[in-house]
């Protein structure tokens, strides 16, 4: 049972333009989502996160807008760069009172930007 | 500043042996965790503690697998016997305390070949 799920495995878009990565997930009672990107032979990465209080959270060139209703979180990356190209990981969690997040991930979607 | 050291970075070994994983987490980190990259399966956690504390080792497959977090600063992951089936990337991460919502930083992994 997939609760987090990344549908599109690829992605190839133009440097400069934007990327839109999306997410969908399942479990009702996930309320902090976060983005990671992974290049090869390395751990992946934080790079934005976003709580269920919120719609949008802006850092950068990284946005993630959240829409509850319809359980469907999404990454604009704009403008793209080359150096962008990696696995993004959509991935979620639930409050618990016990310390520490468990995190549930996506499958991953591969982005390459080219030049 | 170290991020998560993990050790080995790669392991080839045979079938029925034992494979020991090594990790170092981010100093003053008070969570860690272990989780294992397939490609059937994605990236899946497997166990986290808090405070040295195993809290939630459901994602362990089987017997065979056991994690150990002696002190704050180290945790092993253990296979016994190992099975080929056993074969991925296993990341550990760790993360701050200060809140539910801390994201987990990542070490670069251990590539675990079960021959």
């Known amino acids: 049972d997939q609760q987090v799920k990344q549908n599109s495995p690829s992605l190839s878009v133009q440097e400069g333009r934007i990327s839109i990565l999306n997410c969908d997930y399942t479990?009702?009672?996930?309320?902090?989502f976060l983005w990671y990107k992974k290049y090869p032979a390395e751990g992946p990465t934080f790079l934005i996160s976003?709580?269920?209080?919120?719609d949008k959270n802006e850092d950068g060139r990284f946005t993630v807008f959240l829409n509850k209703s319809a359980k469907h979180l999404s990454l604009h990356i704009v403008p793209s760069q080359p150096g962008d190209s990696a696995v993004y990981f959509c991935?979620?969690?639930?409050?618990?009172?016990?310390?520490?997040?468990?995190?549930?991930f996506g499958g991953g979607t591969r982005v390459l930007v080219k030049p | 500043d170290a991020g998560v050291i993990q050790s080995p970075r790669h392991e080839v070994t045979e079938m029925g042996q034992e494979v020991t994983l090594r990790c170092k987490p981010i100093s003053g980190h008070n969570s860690l965790f272990w989780y294992r990259q397939t490609m059937m399966r994605g990236l899946e956690l497997l166990i986290y503690f808090n405070n040295n504390v195993p809290i939630d080792d459901s994602g362990m497959p089987e017997d065979r697998f056991s994690a150990k977090m002696p002190n704050a600063s180290f945790s092993t992951l253990k296979i016994q016997p190992s099975e080929p089936r056993d074969s991925a990337v296993y990341f550990c991460a760790s993360s701050q305390p200060g809140g539910l919502n801390q994201p987990q930083h990542f070490g670069d992994g251990t590539r675990l070949s079960i021959l």
């Open positions: 976003i709580s269920s209080i919120k």
């Open positions: 479990n009702s009672m996930f309320d902090y």
């Open positions: 991935a979620a969690s639930a409050m618990i009172k016990a310390a520490g997040n468990k995190l549930t």
